[in-house]
């Protein structure tokens, strides 16, 4: 039987996977479809909520968290793509102009 | 729902914001080149308008659109610092896209959306409606760091907020997740009553807390969540850097105090001492290592870190009067840091060359009025007598010594001593240094001479008559 | 309640048998005749050029970005329509609104040329 708890769990564990995702790795890219898996797993804790708790709170929120991502991603792709036209990288260890 | 709950007055300048900043965008690719900067003025008067629908939107106190809007003192004071900090970055930036020849009108129209965001935060009793501000704030805010798109230091500061931003925002996200499950809402009354309540797993609801509170600290940048702010400020442009230091993080503060004052106040003994941790540390690290900046703009934004941890003992006295000075330290800051980051603006010249304290040195007897506005938003950055930020100040540590904090007060004066430092060497290089520069490509255009005029009247104002603005926030604090 | 989700396993099973027998029995008795054509990665009488690793266009990115945002805004409509007789004519507008603003961006695209390929 797959109650409430093992959601959260589910939502616990993607949460982590992204936090370390963005954390260990270098690649730009690897690090923003990190903060998407932590925003998706966000989303599977709000859905399993609302179904426990019945109410639908939970489901328009997850809507606008995936629409608020989808802009997001547009613009941090956009933002990546803009630097790449005037540094090849997608190592973040060499995007080091500024240290304190 | 139902049409008998639409209350338009009540979203008036939200409304008018997200309108204007629409029509700039829409109208930008069918406006000839010259005339561009024409929207600029449209954007500032959006500004004006939203500013004045203040009036109605304050007739019309209480909750609306199914609770989810909140009007009230609080609400009203925090809009009309946000359009005031809208009004003067349009203000100093018009001239400055000009120069850097990056005059796309899109960044009034995204400095719009972004304030629009920030009147959103201030105004909402839901998490969701939180959460949405802060995304159109921060959305925006990204965008218009990374906005001289040919400059890598400028790609560079708008990648780092993005990550970061987005970092956080996903710990928000995943607090309010966890707070709608153990309570069954996100509206902040709802949360409140609920705690009140026995039956509340308070595990469940401090881990939520401190996720919103981690996620918040990040967005007003304080230790130890500051390490991102001074690349980032360093490398956007410099209008925005202005922006970016008192916009976010004066709705940062709007949206700490509303949740945490109304939503968590019957766990207060779970997070006050992390609130006074947070303070400390700010204070000191944010005074200490802004000592050894050369480049001015990061010596600010060290300068802003140590700010929003002086308004964080105001938020640890978790009292009205706490939260009164904080309104009014906001107010004062935000005139003062816009000032001092307008005189940056118009001392860096083109590409912003000239950003190091060294590049001031002789302004004060090439260019003896710059020199005396700039010195003049320098004292009161530092706290001196007869300066709004001395008056901020003061209040703060009054709060902090009433609800016995006296530590924090302790640490918040020593503190603010050694940031005499390097906000007077910038006044000492000003004025006893010999000039290696003629400062005669120096221009200084009508819109930011208003932007300069406006913060060091502001500045002047709260400084010497502070008594009208205190009584405001008194009555805002009551909420 | 696990009970119900048998079905669902024998069919599992099932559609794998049928997909591994058809390969194993076509490999064993079917005709093999091989020559370098039809060795090659697409069988289609062209001789390939160049790498498939290349870099894409950033004009891709462009389109997709748009398509992007244009697709995800189009999921409020779905608890809108969920909820659209109870609301009546005033969710009708108020959705007439939302998509108001959002054809605000798709002009503001179209007139900065986002949408042409050839610029």
Redesign the interface.
């Known amino acids: 039987m797959v109650t409430t708890f093992h959601y959260l769990l589910l939502g616990a564990a993607l949460f982590t996977i992204g936090v370390i995702g963005v954390l260990t790795r270098r690649n730009i890219m690897i690090i923003l479809m990190s903060i998407e898996l932590m925003m998706n797993a966000v989303n599977i804790n709000l859905i399993a909520f609302s179904n426990r708790l019945q109410q639908v709170t939970g489901q328009v929120f997850a809507i606008f968290v995936i629409t608020v991502a989808a802009a997001e991603a547009a613009v941090g792709l956009g933002i990546v793509i803009a630097m790449f036209k005037n540094k090849e990288t997608m190592n973040i260890n060499e995007i080091d102009l500024m240290k304190w | 729902?139902?049409?008998a709950t639409i209350n338009i007055a009540a979203i008036l300048p939200t409304l008018v914001l997200s309108v204007v900043g629409?029509v700039v965008?829409?109208a930008?690719?069918?406006v000839g080149e010259q005339k561009k900067s024409n929207l600029g003025w449209l954007a500032f008067a959006g500004t004006l308008a939203a500013m004045l629908s203040l009036v109605p939107m304050a007739n019309n106190r209480g909750q609306w659109y199914s609770n989810l809007w909140i009007v009230d003192d609080y609400d009203v004071f925090l809009d009309f610092i946000f359009l005031l900090i809208a009004a003067i970055t349009i203000l100093t930036s018009m001239d400055f896209l000009r120069r850097e020849e990056l005059n796309h009108p899109e960044f009034y129209s995204l400095l719009l959306f972004a304030t629009a965001g920030m009147l959103m935060m201030a105004a909402s009793n839901e998490l969701?409606m939180v959460?949405?501000g802060l995304?159109i704030l921060?959305?925006a805010t990204?965008?218009m760091a990374?906005f001289r798109?040919?400059?890598?230091?400028s790609?560079?500061?708008?990648?780092?907020y993005?990550?970061l931003g987005?970092?956080s925002?996903?710990f928000f996200?995943?607090g309010?997740?966890?707070i709608?499950?153990a309570t069954?809402?996100?509206n902040l009354l709802a949360i409140a009553d609920a705690l009140r309540s026995s039956k509340i797993q308070i595990s469940l609801v401090s881990l939520s807390a401190a996720l919103i509170l981690i996620a918040l600290c990040f967005k007003v940048a304080v230790a130890p969540f500051h390490v991102w702010t001074?690349?980032v400020y360093?490398?956007a442009p410099t209008p925005v850097t202005g922006f970016m230091s008192v916009g976010p993080k004066a709705a940062g503060f709007a949206v700490l105090f509303r949740v945490f004052l109304t939503a968590f106040p019957s766990i207060e003994d779970r997070w006050g001492s992390a609130i006074w941790m947070v303070a400390a540390l700010t204070m000191i690290l944010g005074n200490v290592?802004a000592v050894v900046q050369p480049n001015i703009k990061?010596m600010l934004a060290y300068s802003s870190i140590a700010h929003a941890g002086y308004v964080a003992v105001a938020f640890a006295a978790t009292s009205d009067r706490g939260v009164s000075a904080a309104l009014f330290y906001l107010l004062a800051y935000s005139l003062m840091n816009l000032g001092a980051f307008a005189m940056v603006t118009i001392i860096s010249r083109k590409e912003d060359k000239l950003v190091n304290v060294t590049d001031y040195a002789g302004l004060g007897s090439k260019r003896p009025g710059l020199a005396a506005v700039l010195s003049l938003f320098m004292l009161s950055l530092a706290g001196v007598p007869g300066t709004a930020g001395f008056a901020g100040k003061f209040f703060i540590f009054r709060a902090a010594l009433e609800s016995r904090l006296v530590w924090l007060a302790i640490i918040g004066v020593v503190t603010t001593v050694i940031s005499f430092y390097y906000y007077l060497s910038v006044i000492v290089q000003m004025y006893m240094r010999e000039p290696h520069d003629e400062f005669s490509d120096v221009r200084l255009c009508g819109s930011l001479k208003f932007a300069l005029v406006i913060s060091a009247a502001g500045t002047l104002y709260l400084g010497l008559l502070p008594t009208r603005v205190l009584d405001w926030t008194t009555t805002a604090a009551l909420r | 309640m696990l009970e119900t989700w048998v079905p669902v396993l024998i069919f599992f099973i099932l559609v794998a048998g049928f997909g591994t027998v058809s390969l194993v029995l076509s490999y064993a008795f079917g005709p093999k005749k091989p020559d370098a054509r039809k060795l090659s990665p697409y069988e289609c009488g062209m001789r390939p050029i160049g790498s498939a690793r290349e870099r894409f266009s950033v004009k891709f990115y462009l389109v997709a970005m748009l398509f992007l945002l244009f697709d995800i805004e189009a999921v409020f409509l779905f608890p809108w329509a969920v909820v659209y007789r109870d609301l009546k004519l005033f969710g009708f507008f108020e959705m007439l609104l939302f998509i108001v603003v959002i054809l605000a961006g798709y002009i503001y695209a179209w007139k900065k040329g986002a949408l042409e390929w050839e610029r």
């Open positions: 729902m139902n049409l629409i965008m829409v930008e690719p069918f969701v959460f949405l995304e921060s959305i990204y965008v990374g798109r040919a400059d890598l230091k790609n560079e500061s708008a990648l780092k993005f990550l987005s970092f925002s996903a996200l995943y309010i997740a966890l709608f499950g069954g809402s996100t001074p690349d360093e490398g290592i990061r």
